[in-house]
Nanobody
Framework: QVQLVESGGGLVQPGGSLTLSCAAS????????MGWYRQAPGKQRELVAS???????NYPDSVKGRFTISRGNAENTVYLQMNSLKPEDTAVYYC???????????WGQGTQVTVSS
């Protein structure tokens, strides 16, 4: 059983930057895809970044060019670097891990990001 814990959220001004961390209880290389999702009040949870074990990344247009997902040198950590933050980026951000064989999904508890002046 993999445990994921997010950290690094907080209050940041528009145009600012923030880096979120996701720490796993085990090696993230045991997971095929790592991802970051976010959910604002009254809205559906949406994907903001994903990273395969092979190094392929994916971003929706809403964050492309501003957000970067990466693995740290420590194999149990994944990061989300967020730049040029906008008020509409305000949400609870969740870390997700996916294993294909067997098919398993893991979610962190979420960390609040608030972009406001």
């Amino acid at each position: 059983q993999v445990q994921l814990v997010e950290s690094g959220g907080g209050l940041v001004q528009p145009g600012g930057s923030l880096t979120l961390s996701c720490a796993a209880s085990g090696s993230i290389f045991s997971l095929d895809v790592m991802g970051w999702y976010r959910q604002a009040p009254g809205k559906q949870r949406e994907l903001v970044a994903s990273l395969t074990s092979g190094g392929t990344t994916n971003y929706p247009d809403s964050v492309k060019g501003r957000f970067t997902i990466s693995r740290g040198n420590a194999e149990n950590t994944v990061y989300l670097q967020m730049n040029s933050l906008k008020p509409e980026d305000t949400a609870v951000y969740y870390c997700k891990g996916t294993r294909i064989l067997p098919v398993t999904y893991y979610w962190g508890q979420g960390t609040q990001v608030t972009v406001s002046s």
